[in-house]
Nanobody, 126 residues
Framework: QVQLVESGGGLVQAGGSLRLSCLVS????????MGWFRQAPGKEREFVAT????????DYPASVKGRFTISRDNTKNTVSLQMNNLKPEDTAVYYC???????????????????WGQGTQVTVSA
């Protein structure tokens, strides 16, 4: 059973930073493409970042590019999301996800992911 547990959420002022982490257990971490998604109240789930199995490829939407950085440590079974210059519109529940698909290096669509964490709340005050 693959389990994903996020941590690091919290309340921060606009312009501040937070670092989210996701610990994966129950399977070979390096065999998964990893991603971060978020969902704000009343809105659809949104892609935030993805990283390839080796960590050599990443992808971000325009809304976070240049502010967020995804990284992974395959020796510690963790994927992290460094979030800088946070804005109130970044407020959401952030989810870590794992994909065992084989046909691409990274995935930006939620349905391409097979396992999800419970989420961690990030709140950015103006």
């Amino acid at each position: 059973q693959v389990q994903l547990v996020e941590s690091g959420g919290g309340l921060v002022q606009a312009g501040g930073s937070l670092r989210l982490s996701c610990l994966v257990s129950g399977s070979t971490f390096s065999s998964y493409v990893m991603g971060w998604f978020r969902q704000a109240p009343g809105k659809e789930r949104e892609f935030v970042a993805t990283i390839s199995k080796s960590g050599g490829n990443t992808d971000y939407p325009a809304s976070v590019k240049g502010r967020f950085t995804i990284s992974r440590d395959n020796t510690k079974n963790t994927v992290s999301l460094q979030m800088n210059n946070l804005k109130p519109e970044d407020t959401a529940v952030y989810y870590c996800a794992a994909s065992n698909r084989w046909y691409a290096r990274t995935y930006v669509i939620g349905s391409q992911y097979d396992y999800w964490g419970q989420g961690t709340q990030v709140t950015v005050s103006a």
